[in-house]
């Protein structure tokens, strides 16, 4: 009896020390996510810095600090996981993207975007997988035989199979354009803003996918069939995901819709749009679908049709609320891959020959460059050079999913002890830390250069739907009146002009989005909210009405 009390004694003597530590550990990890906001607020009008690099140069700075202080043992606060990152971190950031994205934008570019996100995404992939075997021949065909295997088989880093190669290429695939969407403003040039945002988020989901067909198909054997399967396989997650996703957001607004009553209830609304997004993303995962995808055009249709059946303040919570909550995450991610750069275990595996994890890196890199490259200037041909380049530019950043897919690749449970998966880990560190850092430094250097603030009245005309007119007004600051300014001197695009020069908005997707949006309508999805701006704001409604008939001819 007392042999075993005092054993349950040190048991939890040794589970509360261990919880104690633990919660050590994530009062410091909270310290650091408040320094990196505050830093982050501080420097933001620096033309070099932004909050990525800022929560990675803390992140670097704290595990150099924790290494020394434990001895060289570690440099971790908190055991990285992947289900940390893809249940918990990445969803509220992929909802936020599709739920804030200005829709008319992404839709009248939206065959340009999926261009670019999956067919360019798909070019780069075969191109850092399998380049070596026919362009990196050509520029070291004097030193190295023929082909990816063979050159980094002389490079002594382990053996890597045909699935490890289609692995890397999907790893480094996916883009990390934060940096360059703080440096855009989304008013001055909202063509390249849409193109830039849609394709990151497209991209990161087609890597995804890609990487979940290549993990569950045995690709050391290909052959016809098996390539068939792969691509019907990726097509099903592809499309699968998004309708899945569609369904999930007008489910949310069926249900709002519903049970609208004219009560205020924020709480219980902006917690059933939380929980359906969540549920959207989790379900993919259920049926092993892509969840970024799920959950991005599930912000889409919540955003434009859930948002419109929820009372004023709920807007304004929710907003804010998923806004806040994609902004934290993306602090967690930074500051933890610059502390994780600092693990000494998987540089302590490639100590013995640093050279090689650096060709390794430079190989890499230098992929990445061509495969970006590859794809973005053939297929941006009706763009002028300026953004062409500023687009290449903003998906040269490999960041937080390249992470976690190389963790996920090459590591069990945080740790690998396999020489030849430590240095793609330490490769991949470094390609991550290179691109975020130096990339993402030159980034708003290079957006002034190449894309010069225009004036207002510029501005106004670009950001314009294509049917504004050319003749516009602008606000006199003497009496507040509108004028019409003198045009003589100025060359003003007209804006269908613009919309030709660059990608046609006008497409067979677009009208054919533009007929079930006007279904969706029909069956009522937006009149709760409808008669809720009609109680607010009577005379405003019955205005706007009676305008609208006028314009279409209908007024008795």
Not at 256 to 263: A, D, E, H, N, P
């Amino acid at each position: 009896m007392g042999f075993g009390l005092g054993y349950l004694l040190a048991k939890t003597d040794i589970i509360s020390t261990s919880d104690h530590s633990s919660v050590v550990s994530i009062n410091l990890f909270i310290a650091l996510l408040c320094a990196c906001i505050v830093i982050g607020h501080l420097l933001e009008e620096n033309r070099w810095m932004n909050e990525s690099i800022t929560a990675l140069a803390i992140g670097l700075c704290t595990g150099i600090v924790i290494l020394l202080t434990s001895g060289g043992k570690s440099s971790h606060l908190l055991v990285f996981s992947e289900d940390l990152f893809f249940i918990y971190l990445l969803p509220p950031i992929i909802f936020n993207a599709g739920f804030q994205v200005k829709k008319k934008q992404f839709f009248r570019n939206f065959m340009t975007i999926m261009l670019f996100g999956a067919i360019g995404s798909l070019i780069s992939f075969a191109i850092i997988s399998f380049a070596p075997n026919c362009t990196i021949t050509h520029i070291f065909s004097l030193i190295f035989d023929p082909g990816a295997m063979n050159f980094f088989k002389k490079m002594n880093i382990g053996a890597l199979e045909i699935g490890d190669y289609m692995a890397i290429g999907a790893i480094f695939s996916a883009t990390d354009s934060v940096c360059t969407l703080q440096v855009l403003n989304q008013d001055e040039t909202p063509l390249l803003y849409s193109l830039v945002f849609g394709e990151g988020v497209v991209n990161d989901a087609t890597s995804v996918v890609l990487f979940n067909a290549i993990q569950r198909f045995d690709l050391s054997h290909i052959n016809s069939s098996i390539l068939l399967q792969f691509v019907g396989n990726f097509l099903h997650l592809f499309f699968t995901s998004t309708v899945l996703g569609v369904v999930t957001g007008l489910l949310s607004a069926y249900v709002i819709k519903k049970l609208y009553f004219g009560r205020h209830s924020t709480d219980r609304e902006v917690a059933l749009m939380m929980l359906m997004a969540y549920l959207s993303y989790m379900l993919a995962e259920l049926f092993y679908l892509s969840a970024i995808l799920t959950v991005f055009f599930c912000g889409i249709v919540m955003s434009h049709y859930t948002w419109h059946n929820v009372t004023e303040s709920s807007r304004v919570t929710a907003k804010h609320a998923f806004a806040t909550l994609s902004f934290v995450c993306e602090i967690f991610i930074f500051l933890y891959v610059g502390m994780d750069a600092m693990d000494i275990e998987k540089w302590r595996f490639v100590s013995d020959s640093p050279g090689t994890s650096v060709r390794v890196s430079s190989i890499l890199m230098g992929l990445v460059l061509i495969g970006r490259a590859a794809f973005v200037f053939p297929l941006s041909f009706l763009s002028n050079l300026t953004k062409k380049v500023t687009v290449w530019w903003a998906g040269l950043m490999r960041g937080a999913v390249s992470m976690a897919l190389a963790y996920n690749k090459f590591t069990r449970a945080g740790h690998t002890k396999l020489r030849g998966n430590a240095i793609m880990i330490t490769s991949t560190i470094t390609v991550v830390l290179f691109s975020t850092v130096v990339f993402g430094l030159m980034a708003k250097p290079l957006v002034r250069v190449l894309l010069p603030s225009t004036k207002q009245l510029f501005s106004s005309v670009l950001s314009s739907e294509p049917t504004t007119p050319k003749s516009f007004t602008v606000p006199l600051l003497s009496n507040g009146h509108d004028s019409e300014p003198d045009l003589a001197n100025y060359s003003v695009p007209c804006p269908d002009q613009l919309a030709h020069a660059s990608f046609h908005p006008v497409s067979h997707c677009a009208q054919l989005l533009a007929k079930i949006r006007q279904r969706l309508h029909e069956a009522g999805f937006r009149r709760a909210g409808l008669r809720a701006l009609r109680r607010w704001f009577p005379d405003r409604t019955k205005r706007a009405s009676v305008a609208m008939r006028k314009e279409t001819g209908k007024t008795n």
